[in-house]
C-alpha cells in the first residue's frame, strides 16, 4: 500500500460513510438523493443535452482535424493490442451489461410508453427504434473517445501520471499536484463508483429475473440479488488481480464471442428479413434526426419532457458518471494508435454493434409483441422489466439453453465491467500506476459492490438511477474542461513541430 494516496484515503472514507448511511438509513438516503436527482433534472435537463451534443461534436472534429494523425505514444511506438482485442476490451467495459438489461426491454418499453403519440402504432415502434439507437450510439461513444483521448495522450505522449487531474495541466499548471488536482480526482473516484454500481445493481437484478423465469421457485427478491453479487464481487476481485493482460482481457474476448453467437441465434431463429430491414430503416432515421434528438426537451410537449427525464437524461448522466471508468480502461489498452484511428474505432465501432444488437434484441420483441400478440407488455408489468430478454427467448427453441447462456454472458459482463473498474479506481488513488497493488483493488471491488447493495436496498432501480445522476453533474463541467485543455495541448504540440522542422530546413 505505498502507492496509495490522500486520493485514496478521502474517497475510502466518503464511500464508507455513504455505505452505512444506506445501511443504517435507507428510506432517508432514498428520500435526500430522490430530491436532489428531481432538482437537477427539472432545472438542468438542457446541461446534459448540451455537453453530451457539444462533446460528440468535438469528438468527429478530431477525425478530419489536422491533428488527427498525432499517435497515442511516441512518434514510432505500434498498437499494444491487436484490433479484434482492441475492440472486445473497449465494448466490454464500455456496454457490458447494460445492452443485455435493455437489448429487449427498452425498444419495447418505448412501443409501450412511446415519447410521442399512441402506444402500440406503426409510429411509435419507428420511434422506439430510433430512440435507442440514440441512447446507445454516438453520443456515449463521443464521451468515452474524448476522456480516453484525454488520458493516453498526457500519459503515452507527455509521460503525465494516468490521472484525470493530469489532462489538466496545459490550463492549470502545477497546481494539478495540489488540491484542486486532487479534487478533480476525487469527483472522478465518485463518477466512477456510482456509475459502475448502477451497471451491478442492474445486472444482479437481471440475473435474478432470469434465473425465476427458468426456476420459478427462485423468488426476485433483494436477498438473492444479495447473494447474486456477493458470489459475483468474489468473481471479479480473483479476475481483477489476475491482471489485465490474462483475466480482463480472456473475459472481454469471450464475452463478445457469446454476445455474438447469442445475437445470431435470434437474428436467424426469428424473422430475419424483418430485423434487418428495420435495422437499415432505423439506421438511417437516427442519422437523419440525430441533431433534433441531441437538443430537444420539449419544453411545450408534455408527454415528451416527462419521458425524456425517465429516459434520455438518465443516460446521458449515466454514460458521464461511466466515462472516467471507461476512458482511463480505453486509455489504458489504447497506446500506439493515431487519434483519428483512435476516434474512428471508439465511436464507429460500437455504435454498429449497438444497433444492430437492439435491432435483433428489441427488434424481435416488438415482432413479437406487435405481429405475433406474444402480450410481453403484460409479462413486464407483473413480473418486471428484469424478465423482458427471457421472456423474448422463451418464444423460440431451446429456450433453456438460450436463458441459461444470457445468465452467464450477464455474469460474464458483471465481472468485466466490475474487475475493469477496480483496476481503474486502483490505477485512480495510486497517483496513476499502470499495475496497482492487490490490495487496493480488492478493496475498491468491495466497496463498489457494497454501493450496488446499497442502492438496491434503498430504492431498486430507481435508486440506480438516482446514483448516477447525481454523480454526473460535477463531472459534466471536468469533461468541459477536458476539452480546452486537449485543444490548447494539440496547438502547442503542433507549433513546435512546425518550429522544429523550420530549423531543419534552415540546417
Not at 151 to 167: Q, V
Not at 322 to 339: D, L
Amino acid at each position: 500500500m505505498k502507492k496509495v494516496t490522500m486520493v485514496f484515503t478521502i474517497s475510502v472514507i466518503i464511500a464508507v460513510l455513504f455505505v452505512l448511511w444506506g445501511a443504517f438509513a435507507p428510506d432517508q438516503l432514498a428520500s435526500v438523493t430522490g430530491d436532489i436527482q428531481q432538482f437537477l433534472q427539472t432545472n438542468f435537463g438542457w446541461f446534459y443535452l448540451i455537453v453530451a451534443s457539444v462533446i460528440l461534436v468535438f469528438a468527429i472534429y478530431l477525425i478530419f482535424s489536422k491533428y488527427g494523425k498525432i499517435k497515442l505514444g511516441k512518434d514510432d511506438e505500434e498498437p499494444e493490442y491487436g484490433l479484434i482485442s482492441w475492440f472486445a476490451m473497449l465494448f466490454s467495459a464500455g456496454m457490458g451489461i447494460g445492452i443485455v438489461f435493455y437489448g429487449v426491454a427498452e425498444p419495447l418499453q418505448h412501443y409501450l410508453t412511446p415519447p410521442y403519440g399512441d402506444p402500440g402504432t406503426k409510429q411509435a415502434a419507428s420511434d422506439a427504434m430510433r430512440f435507442s439507437f440514440f441512447h446507445w450510439g454516438l453520443h456515449p461513444w463521443g464521451m468515452y473517445a474524448v476522456i480516453a483521448l484525454a488520458l493516453a495522450y498526457f500519459k503515452f505522449r507527455k509521460g503525465a501520471p494516468g490521472l484525470i487531474s493530469a489532462t489538466f495541466y496545459p490550463l492549470i499548471g502545477d497546481r494539478v499536484k495540489g488540491w484542486v488536482g486532487k479534487l478533480i480526482d476525487i469527483i472522478a473516484v465518485f463518477a466512477t463508483i456510482f456509475g459502475v454500481a448502477t451497471s451491478l445493481g442492474l445486472g444482479a437484478a437481471q440475473i435474478n429475473g432470469g434465473l425465476h423465469y427458468i426456476f420459478p421457485n427462485i423468488p426476485i427478491s433483494i436477498m438473492v440479488q444479495f447473494i447474486i453479487i456477493a458470489i459475483v464481487t468474489v468473481l471479479f476481485i480473483l479476475s481483477a488481480i489476475s491482471g489485465l493482460g490474462r483475466g480482463i482481457k480472456w473475459l472481454s474476448n469471450s464475452n463478445v464471442l457469446v454476445a455474438i453467437i447469442l445475437m445470431l441465434f435470434l437474428l436467424f431463429a426469428g424473422n430475419t428479413g424483418f430485423l434487418l430491414s428495420y435495422f437499415t430503416t432505423t439506421l438511417g432515421s437516427y442519422l437523419q434526426n440525430l441533431a433534433d434528438m441531441s437538443l430537444n426537451i420539449s419544453p411545450f410537449d408534455e408527454q415528451h419532457g416527462e419521458w425524456m427525464q425517465g429516459w434520455t437524461l438518465f443516460y446521458w448522466a449515466w454514460w458521464i458518471a461511466w466515462a472516467p471508468f471507461v476512458g482511463t480502461f480505453i486509455a489504458r489498452v489504447s497506446r500506439g494508435r493515431t487519434i483519428r484511428e483512435f476516434m474512428i474505432g471508439v465511436l464507429v465501432v460500437p455504435t454498429i454493434f449497438c444497433a444492430l444488437w437492439f435491432s435483433v434484441f428489441g427488434g424481435t420483441g416488438i415482432y413479437l409483441e406487435r405481429i405475433m400478440n406474444a402480450n410481453l407488455g403484460n409479462v413486464i408489468n407483473t413480473q418486471g422489466v428484469e424478465v423482458s430478454l427471457f421472456a423474448v427467448l422463451a418464444q423460440f427453441p431451446l429456450s433453456t439453453f438460450t436463458s441459461l447462456l444470457a445468465i452467464i454472458l450477464i455474469s460474464t459482463f458483471f465481472i468485466t465491467s466490475a474487475d475493469s473498474a477496480t483496476f481503474v479506481l486502483g490505477m485512480q488513488t495510486t497517483n496513476g500506476s499502470l499495475n496497482p497493488p492487490n490490495i487496493t483493488k480488492v478493496i475498491w471491488g468491495i466497496l463498489v459492490s457494497a454501493a450496488a447493495l446499497i442502492l438496491l436496498w434503498s430504492g431498486g432501480l430507481t435508486a440506480l438511477q438516482t446514483a448516477s445522476i447525481i454523480a454526473a453533474f460535477p463531472f459534466a463541467f471536468i469533461l468541459i474542461f477536458i476539452m480546452f485543455s486537449l485543444m490548447k495541448a494539440f496547438r502547442e504540440e503542433v507549433k513546435i513541430r512546425k518550429r522544429l522542422e523550420r530549423k531543419k530546413q534552415q540546417q
